[in-house]
Structures are given as C-alpha cells and as structure tokens.
C-alpha cells in the first residue's frame, strides 16, 4: 500500500488482484471513489495539481511507467514516460515530479518537468548517496519519497529500515528523522505531507504516524577552492593557504550567531592533535541564506600544509542545534 496527499485528498494505491487500485477519499479517510489501475505492481503515485491529475508508476509488470488518472471519472493516460527503473517511488515539487529509485546501492531521483510530462522523455537531477550497513541487497527497490519546503524527505524501501532521511535542494543529506514507533523488520510504506506535518505509513500494520516538523536551523559549508602557495626567501621557504568556505544555513530557522573553526591536520578526520589556525565568528544566519568565510594564513618559516588536510568544524559550540550535526566537519585535501 502506498499513500500520498494533494492536501486535501488522501490517494491510495492499493495492491489487489488481478489489478492494483487507487482509492481517494477525504482527510478523515472517507470514502470518495476508487479505480483499478491498469495492471497489477502498482508503486508510488503523486498528484499534480496544476493538471487535477494522479500520476503513479508501474502500470504492469515492474515496468517503470508512469500513467496519469483523471481522479474524477478514471481515465487513463499512459504510459506517458518510462523511467528506466522497475519499482519508482514518486513525489511532485509544485513543478516537478520526482522518482526516486534505487540500483547497485546507490538511491537516486529522477525529475520529470510537468511542463514535459506528455513527452517521453526523462532528465536526470543526480544520485543521493547514504550510507546504510544492514546488509541487505537493495537493488532495484524504490525509496519512498516527500517533497516539502525545498526539501526532498526519502525513506528506503526495504523493510529493514526505519529512517527519512532529509536533503537541501542539491541533494546534500541535511538530517535524519527516526521512525520510532516503527520497529525493525516492520519499515516504511509511505511518506506524504499534509500542510506542515509528515505522515509516514506502517508498511507491517497500515498504521499511518503523523510528525509535525519543527523548526530547526541547519549549518553546512564547503570549500570554494583553497590553495597554498610558497616562496623561497633569505631567511627559508615561507608558505601561506588561501581560499573562501561558503557557509549555508539549509534549514527552516535562522542560525545563531556561531564560531568556525580552521585547524591543520596530519589526518581527514577530526581529532585532538589537529593545530588550530583561525577561529572566525559567523554572526547569524537567516534560513535559506549562506556567507562566504575567507581564510588567509601565513605559516611560519619552513613550515606547510603539504600533505595534509584543512579540517574545518562548523558551529564549534553548538549554537545552533539542527537535525544532522554530523555534517558539521568539512575535511579540505591532502594539500598540494
């Protein structure tokens, strides 16, 4: 079973013999209208506003395709675009639809502009990368997938797992959520929002959980290049680094003022022995905004970064809690 939501609806697709249905009702699951899709391996559905229509995947067999419903008598449209994958879980962005698929280990999204939805035709956004140790071979397995606030929300679809994971509009991981009234070995069935809250479905009991989001800042950076140069004088060779880390505030809430820290590491990983370089106070970050930070670092004489690595720890004294604070340490190198 899979749900989603257009905010006002609830559509359900339903697995059944000898073909799938879709059923959509009112928010307190009253009953509206239901139809059969055209076959049975019915996957992930969405719902376009602009076009009052619900899109879903896999019309036959593990096909892939995606068909469009008129909600309103059931009509069929379709195959209208073939995604190339065999169990494509979908999401609509207010411009796009999204599948998200999962192949030798690797979970990616696929967009689909609405406004190329009546061709057959496809681009790709990228692949998500998470790093999951259960074991399991997840090829081929489609991940069930929210879109919300600029954010793409995706569980995998594998029973094992109990965890949304969060990504920024350039897929960056930016948090996690723990699914904890859903046990291991029960996994999620579906991911919807309605409003501001998520609502996530028990795939083992039907039960359906709702998770209102709360507002929470999200600090991340990268390096925009750093580099180091080097110049022989008469009392040695004198080095310097020089580069500008952009700092990104992905969340839903302003960032508080907060320090970065820039430390010279022997190792791409942060630990003790690092030496720090520069502490630089960021001053608050409004959500959705970034700053760029300049570091500019003279070492001594005879002394370089060559071989090593730039580690750099965001918000060093957790002024801002987000979601992921495991995505607070950029690691830049080995140096040249």
């Not at 502009?113 to 399991?136: H, M």
Request: hydrophobic share 35%.
């Amino acid at each position: 079973m899979h749900v989603t939501s257009d905010g006002s609806h609830l559509i359900t697709l339903c697995n059944a013999w000898p073909k799938d249905k879709i059923i959509i009702s009112d928010l307190s699951g009253n009953l509206i209208s239901s139809f059969d899709t055209p076959g049975a391996f019915t996957f992930g559905a969405t719902y376009n506003g602009s076009r009052n229509r619900i899109i879903f995947s896999g019309g036959q067999e593990y096909d892939g395709n995606l068909y469009e419903m008129n909600p309103l008598d059931g009509s069929l449209s379709g195959p209208l675009v073939q995604t190339g994958f065999t169990q494509p879980f979908l999401a609509y962005d207010g411009t796009n639809i999204l599948a998200s698929f999962s192949a030798s280990g690797t979970h990616g999204v696929l967009t689909i502009p609405i406004s190329k939805f009546d061709a057959n035709t496809y681009d790709y956004l990228g692949t998500i990368s998470v790093t999951v140790n259960t074991g399991t071979d997840v090829n081929g397995t489609g991940s069930m997938i929210a879109a919300h606030g600029g954010n793409l929300y995706i569980a995998l679809g594998i029973p094992e797992f109990n965890i949304v994971y969060q990504f920024d509009s350039g897929l960056n991981l930016a948090g996690e959520i723990i699914i904890a009234q859903i046990n291991p070995g029960q996994g999620i069935g579906a991911l919807t929002f309605i409003k501001d809250d998520l609502f996530v479905l028990n795939v083992s009991t039907d039960e359906l959980y709702r998770y209102t989001l709360l507002p929470t800042p999200e600090l991340i950076g990268e390096w925009m290049p750093l580099s180091q140069t080097c110049k022989n004088t008469k009392s040695g060779t004198k080095c310097k680094i020089k580069g500008n880390f952009k700092m990104q505030n992905i969340g839903n809430l302003g960032a508080k003022a907060s320090h970065v820290h820039f430390y010279l590491s022997r190792t791409n990983y942060y630990e003790a022995e690092n030496i720090l370089l520069k502490s630089v106070s960021t001053g608050g970050i409004k959500a959705g905004k970034g700053k760029r930070i300049g570091l500019n670092y003279n070492f001594p004489t005879g002394v370089n970064a060559t071989g090593k690595y730039i580690t750099t720890v965001i918000d060093i004294y957790n002024s801002s809690t987000g979601r992921n604070e495991t995505n607070n340490i950029v690691v830049f190198g080995p140096i040249e």
